[in-house]
């Protein structure tokens, strides 16, 4: 056999995953958020999964113009606005749509007409926005006739499920454009499933697009989301150790007794993380087991006591279906956006649509 290390790519997910979101915000337009090469999955193939959408958000005009130049026609923002001047020229010729979130940028595009802006506005995250007081003169300097101006902002504790914060944030978004004419765009994955009331005209999902969880206690599958990514791989060697021995590099786990151990051919130039090292939940056969040791650079070692038949060749599963990678990410004490935006196609990709 080829090496079996594979990330496979579920088209059929994202779509369900879709659905879910419009089921949980019936009649708003999503924006779906393909920022980090779609969260590693790739912003193309993430694209074509998703084609009733009504717009995507990346933070590159090079993602932009990979989607353009790939034949998609909805919308396309630009979620951080343009870096610099020159990038205008590809804003306007492949009719893309930008976030404003600061004076440079408003300076460039009030000598721009017709570029449709999201007006993004620091609630309280303190991140990218302008402050409250200042939007009523920024509407003034963009607004021009039969251009759009959209008003944007960003939740910072919306994962925290009932956090004031985002009461307060939202209040204050609410108050700042009383007056103002404009869609509205607050929700990212954890506002569309945890706060009904933010979701405005518009929602950015992101995560749970890709079947994953935003919470910290829970799951994909227990909110109804489907994986978009399956790592897998198989045994390529299996031994047994004695107690006392230890296995892989520096001592990472001593067998407390006699014990079958497995090789994976997966490592973290795959993708998989170093940091999830004795413990972290893998399926081998389907039976969960943990991780003995580090991963090394394109191996692993599996505890097999829990799967004694096991035999070279056997498959595994590293995160996905029938395990989630929030599970691999608390085990490797990081968020599981962090181990996704890593992979970016590091893995041989399979892709799967029906
Ligand atoms: C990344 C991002 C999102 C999506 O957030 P998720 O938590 O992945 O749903 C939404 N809005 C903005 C501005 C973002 O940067």
Known sequence: MTRPARATFDAQAVRSNLRLVKQHTAGRRVMAIVKADGYGHGVLRMAHALNDVDAFGVASIEEAVRLRDAGITQSIVLLEGPFEARELTDIVGHRLESVVHNREQARLFAANDTTPLWIKIDTGMHRLGFAPEQVPEIVATLTRPGRALRFMTHFASAHF?????????????????????????????????????????????????????????????????????TLTSALIAVKRVAAGESVGYGKGFVCPQAMPVGIVAFGYADGYPRHAATGAPILVNSVRTQVIGEASMDMMAVDLRAVPEARVGDPVILWGEGLPVEEVARAAATIPYDLLCRMRMRARIVERHA
């Open 161 to 229: 499920i009932g956090d004031v914060s985002v009461t307060n944030q939202l209040a204050l978004f609410t108050s700042t454009l009383a007056d103002l004419p404009g869609e509205r765009c607050s929700a990212n994955s954890s506002a569309i499933l945890g706060w009904p009331q933010s979701h405005g005209d518009w929602v950015r999902p992101g995560l749970m697009l890709y079947g994953v969880s935003p919470f910290a206690n829970s799951v994909g599958p227990s909110l109804g989301l489907r994986p978009a990514m």
